[in-house]
């Protein structure tokens, strides 16, 4: 009886061992798919994305500041600074009423194209905000009822979409081909941004000068000091 029971015993261990390895091989081959097509999505992402020049001498060193402007249906514009401080990443909500500085005079940040960000970044510099990576999307032809119009508009949030990584890999290929990356920032950054939180970001404060134009209302490092 007693050798029965180790029978019944060893068989039994050695269907567990055959069940655990199983699932290990399983689980190996589930992140092996889900890396492949993380790496399918990057890649696809890379090549639909286009870059941008920017001169270096345009961009701050020894800054992590990301700024992303985004055009949408209707002509609807929104800028935002990323600002990371010890691991933690603050979203600036950046006016497009902004008077910005070019060779033509000061006009409203929301004027200049987004393919060119030269002209944007000289003159959020001489504002005194730094920006070290940069991406625009445009999102302006694209139908206001379609995800990335809706996306564009803020009807649609991308964090809620964090929660379906096939449904996140396939928005953002679809949003790769209006995207524009300034030299020096990755596609990951992308993806870092699908992680940041946008539904409450902190406004610059602004106030308007003798002309009726709207300028900062404070140096950008007063900003930083007293909302961040």
């Keep these: 009886m007693a050798h029965g029971e180790r029978s019944v015993r ?3 261990r050695s269907r567990l061992v055959r069940v655990l390895k199983g699932l290990a091989v399983t689980g ?33 060193h020894g800054q992590d500041d990301l700024l992303t402007l985004v ?5 609807s ?26 060779a033509h005079g000061t006009v409203p940040l929301s004027s200049l ?18 920006v070290a990576h940069y991406i625009g999307v445009d999102l302006h032809a694209v139908p206001a009822d379609s995800k990335l119009g809706r996306l564009a508009t803020g009807k649609l949030s991308v964090t809620a ?3 379906d990584p096939t449904g996140t890999a396939s928005l953002l290929e679809q949003v790769a081909s209006h995207v524009y990356l300034g030299p020096n920032t990755p596609v990951s950054s992308l993806l870092e941004l699908m992680r940041v939180p946008t ?17 900062l209302a404070a140096p950008y490092v007063s900003v930083l000091r007293k909302f961040l």
């Design 28 to 60: 190996c081959a589930l992140v092996l798919v889900a890396a492949a097509y993380a790496g399918i999505s990057l890649y696809r992402i890379d090549h639909a994305v286009h870059h941008v020049t920017v001169p270096a001498s345009l961009l701050a």
């Design 10 to 12: 060893r068989r039994r």
């Design 77 to 102: 514009e929104e800028a935002y600074l990323f600002h990371t401080v010890a691991g933690k990443t603050h979203v600036l909500l950046v006016p497009i009423s902004l008077g910005i500085k070019t």
């Design 113 to 130: 194209d987004i393919h060119s960000p030269d002209a944007i970044i000289a003159g959020l510099r001489q504002v005194g905000i730094p």
């Design 71 to 75: 055009t949408g249906p209707h002509h």
């Design 199 to 215: 539904t409450n970001p902190v406004s610059v404060p602004t106030a308007r000068d003798a002309q009726g134009r709207v300028v």
């Design 161 to 163: 979409l964090i929660s």
